[in-house]
């Protein structure tokens, strides 16, 4: 069984900064590409950021610049660091993981539970 658990979310100003983590749990042989996304009230779930095993990262267009997409393959890690935060940044942030737990290889895509994240003054 393979588990993903976001933490740092919380409560910052207008121009503040949060770090996201994520750490994959569990089985895990390798974890290939993992993401960020996002989903505000009565809006769809967004992708944010993307990083793939070799560090190629891609980032939604309203975060570039500001937040940057990092991971830590001997830690199973993922991390957000979000800077100059808006109030269009309040959203759920999730973390994406493609997992390969057994020795067919397959991957399997794991969620986490989500962390909240809300900038208001």
């Known amino acids: 069984q393979v588990q993903l658990a976001e933490s740092g979310g919380g409560l910052v100003q207008p121009g503040g900064s949060l770090r996201l983590s994520c750490e994959a749990s569990?089985?895990?042989?390798?974890?290939?590409?993992m993401a960020w996304y996002r989903q505000a009230p009565g809006k769809e779930r967004e992708r944010v950021a993307f990083i793939d095993a070799g560090g190629t990262t891609i980032y939604g267009d309203s975060v570039k610049g500001r937040f940057t997409i990092s991971r830590d393959n001997a830690k199973n890690s993922l991390y957000l660091q979000m800077n100059n935060l808006k109030p269009d940044d309040t959203a759920v942030y999730y973390c994406f993981a493609f997992v390969i737990w057994s020795h067919d290889m397959r991957e399997w895509d794991y969620w986490g539970q989500g962390t909240q994240v809300t900038v208001s003054a």
């Open positions: 569990g089985s895990i042989l390798r974890i290939n590409d």
